[in-house]
């Protein structure tokens, strides 16, 4: 019978009696449906995709330290980046951890918070001017102005550091000029860069801030986590653990495309021992 041919073919061998080809490639979709259901890498690979980019805060991370005096306070301007990606960090501000909307997960939004870089001028053409990039007290949400230098009386605001950062690359792009049409907020104020981060998060009442994610610190001179013994290392240990899971689905897909040589094969015998 149907069922008698599927293990027979599953086995290796066929015995006697007509093989369907529509029964050998039922069984064969059934066998990799049934292991796409169960292989841990398909998980994984769809919470990647919702993750996209974003490093995992759980890893402790090297910085580079900022410049402080001998009295332990930061320098400024701080200057972060190179050429034409530099930020000047002019004032860190204050932490407003009561009000929801000033921080994130990633990111707390110091009101007084101010940057500077160069970027090409609205007004003239072939020319670099200097923007600066605040964060302002708006009440119950914060206030992401950009304001160009050669363009004073005119400050580009938004509910977001993006948002206001767009602005001005429609206005650039509508003006034919080469820049990106979409900018990361975070990335043009210089709040991306690890060193600001460490110095935000020691800033005053930055631990009350209850959504925010504290990144965590390799202090200097310890070894970094790719260079710490798997018995130190418990993230990666785990992960050695969870390749040997996944090796257990690749394995299945070898078994299955040694079947898939068996059933072809016993799929041409069948049809020419039981022509129609």
């Keep these: 019978d149907s069922s008698d041919n599927e293990d027979s073919?599953?086995?290796?061998?066929v015995g006697g009696g007509e093989l369907s080809e529509a029964l050998v490639h039922r069984k064969r979709d059934s066998l990799r449906?049934?292991?796409?259901?169960?292989?841990?890498?398909?998980h994984i690979t769809k919470r990647r995709r919702c993750l996209g980019k974003r490093d995992s805060r759980a890893e402790p991370k090297h910085v580079e330290s900022l410049q402080r005096d001998s009295h332990g306070s930061l320098v400024f301007p701080v200057v972060i980046g190179k050429g034409q990606d530099e930020v000047q960090i002019h004032a860190l501000?204050?932490?407003?951890?009561d009000r929801d909307a000033y921080h994130t997960s990633r990111y707390i939004w110091t009101v007084g918070f101010?940057?500077?870089?160069?970027?090409?001028?609205?007004l003239a053409n072939n020319t670099r001017c200097l923007y600066s990039s605040e964060i302002l007290d708006g009440g119950d949400s914060p206030v992401f102005q950009v304001t160009a230098e050669?363009?004073?009386?005119?400050?580009?605001?938004?509910?977001s550091s993006s948002?206001?950062?767009?602005?001005?690359?429609?206005?650039?792009t509508a003006k034919g000029v080469g820049v990106k049409t979409h900018a990361s907020g975070p990335q043009?104020?210089?709040?991306?860069?690890?060193?600001?981060?460490?110095?935000i998060q020691e800033l005053e009442n930055a631990d009350k801030c209850q959504k925010y994610i504290r990144q965590l610190w390799v202090e200097d001179g310890a070894e970094s986590s790719s260079d710490a013994t798997d018995d130190d290392n418990p993230h990666r240990a785990s992960s050695l653990a969870n390749s040997s899971v996944d090796a257990e689905p690749e394995a299945a897909l070898r078994r299955l495309s040694v079947h898939d040589s068996t059933i072809a094969a016993a799929t041409n015998e069948s049809l020419t021992s039981h022509p129609n």
């Design 114 to 122: 101010k940057s500077t870089r160069m970027y090409p001028s609205l």
């Design 163 to 172: 948002g206001a950062w767009k602005q001005i690359l429609d206005q650039l």
């Design 9 to 13: 073919v599953l086995n290796g061998s």
């Design 150 to 159: 050669d363009m004073p009386d005119m400050a580009f605001r938004a509910m």
């Design 188 to 199: 043009m104020y210089g709040l991306i860069h690890l060193g600001v981060t460490k110095a």
């Design 33 to 42: 449906a049934s292991l796409a259901a169960h292989d841990p890498s398909t």
């Design 93 to 97: 501000g204050r932490v407003v951890w």
